[in-house]
């Protein structure tokens, strides 16, 4: 009978062990499935995301299209009718009707990838499965949502080492440039909140970190020339300035983190300061006197200081208003007015936006304002921009996920080269180095 018990007891603890065992080895199935089933159920969203942008890109390439069928329409001189042609053909005055009327289908309606008067998406692809019998659609693929906004309240660009200028040439919208007063030119993008580390003006100069010593995002110093004329001129007035009154200013903005630095009294031998400068309280502002006189030979063209906060919620970390001067000889003529963005120094690749204003409490647009959910038409000194630049929205599904894309498109030619140096420097076989420099000399320097 003893015998028989210690073999129960043999048995029962074996029963334990393998219970245990089982045990463990249920949870470690169970935690490797779910891992699994996690990662196949990642990888298809990853698919389904990367297609649902696909079908949005695929959006933004037919407006592409739509937006030159416009162009040419504009350009053939059709004008926009108040309402759509009848018939089933598309006419110019129907393509024109539909960019200053945007909806969601005005890009198929364009292009043709639906009725003149029908509404829906436009499918993209359709991935399709034959298993013996059975068909099955495996990825269904369309833009749902593509409109072009041809009006802005704003230009943005982006410079990057390859391309680190940018000509911006204005246009705007039943505004007359010579109603301007100043521009506001934003940039370096805030995309992962980052905390900003800017060089510091000191006195004599600006200390520019060193960049092993930077540990968080430090914006560009930025160059901004105007270029503008009056409607009759002469070239020789690109090289006249007086208070206030100039054809042509360069402007090199230099980010601090020091406010008492860029708002200290101005004075000839050193930078320029502008913040909260007359009156104009929280902004990093710049009169025209002193725009102008980046053009006057007897002063030194030195850099303005730009106060940015170190801890920006905006969406962009520097931001300064530029009041602009008179051009030489009467008003700014529509025709001649632009800017030139640069990077001096070639990088970091920044984003950057330009906004025109006319005088503080003065209407130069209307301009849809959402609060509390409900939207309203208030005026604005805000000018709106047309012919520089067109916005483009998108959206696309790849199944039931939706993918959103925005982008800007140029609307004129802007690949022309802008002369970024007066002297060039080559190199060849048999010279060597070598430095070329066009000169001109006239009997007025007395030669």
């Known amino acids: 009978m003893k015998k028989a018990l210690n073999k129960f007891r043999k048995g029962v603890a074996s029963f334990y062990i393998v219970a ?10 169970v935690g490797f499935a779910a891992v699994i089933i996690s990662e196949v159920t990642r990888t298809s969203n990853d698919d389904l995301s990367q297609s649902a942008y696909d079908s949005a890109m695929a959006g933004v390439e037919d407006a592409k299209l739509a937006f030159a069928n416009y162009r040419k329409c504009i ?14 053909n598309v006419t110019c005055s129907d393509i024109i009707y539909w960019v200053e009327h945007p909806d969601c289908d005005q890009v198929a309606h364009i292009l043709g990838r639906i009725g003149k008067f029908d509404s829906g998406e436009v499918l993209v692809s359709d991935t399709v499965t ?45 505004v007359a440039a010579s109603q301007l007063q100043y521009v506001r030119i934003k940039w370096f993008s805030n995309r992962e909140g980052s905390v900003y580390n800017y060089s510091n003006f000191t006195g004599e100069r600006v200390a520019f970190q060193p960049i092993s010593a930077v540990r968080a995002s430090t914006p560009p110093t930025l160059q901004v020339q105007l270029i503008q004329t009056s409607n009759s001129f002469h070239l020789s007035q690109f090289d006249e300035a007086s208070e206030g009154v100039t054809d042509r200013a360069t402007l090199y903005l230099v980010p601090t983190s020091n406010s008492g630095k860029a708002s200290a009294s101005y004075s000839t031998d050193k930078y320029f300061p502008q913040y909260e400068a007359n009156g104009k309280t929280g902004r990093n502002w710049i009169s025209k006197g002193k725009v102008a006189h980046t053009n006057q030979r007897d002063k030194k063209n030195f850099p303005y200081v730009v106060y940015c906060p170190n801890n920006s919620t905006s969406d962009y970390a520097c ?41 503080d409490g003065a209407t130069c647009s209307k301009q849809q304002v959402v609060s509390g959910g409900t939207t309203t038409t208030q005026n604005s000194s805000k ?12 959206t696309g599904r790849a199944n039931d996920l939706f993918r959103r894309v925005e982008v800007r498109l140029e ?33 007025e320097w007395g030669l």
Do not use: H, W
């Open 75 to 88: 350009e053939s001189g059709a004008t926009v009718t108040s309402s759509l042609s009848s018939g089933n």
């Open 20 to 29: 245990f065992s089982t045990l463990i080895l249920l949870v470690v199935s």
């Open 383 to 394: 000018a709106m921009i047309k012919g520089t630049q067109v916005g483009v929205d998108s």
């Open 130 to 174: 034959v298993s013996g019998n059975k068909v099955s659609s495996d990825l269904d693929q369309a833009y749902t949502c593509v409109q072009i906004d041809a009006e802005l309240s704003d230009y943005k660009a982006t410079l990057t080492s390859s391309r680190p200028d940018k000509v911006v040439k204005v246009k705007l919208d039943g």
């Open 411 to 443: 609307s004129v030619d802007d690949s022309f080269n802008q002369p970024s140096y007066a002297v060039q420097l080559l190199s060849n076989s048999t010279s060597g180095s070598t430095i070329e420099k066009s000169l001109t000399v006239t009997k």
């Open 319 to 359: 931001s300064v208003d530029i009041e602009l001067p008179t051009a030489v000889g009467g008003g700014r003529s529509n025709e001649t007015f632009s800017f030139v963005v640069s990077l001096p120094y070639g990088e970091p690749d920044t984003d950057f936006s330009i906004e025109y204003y006319c005088a």
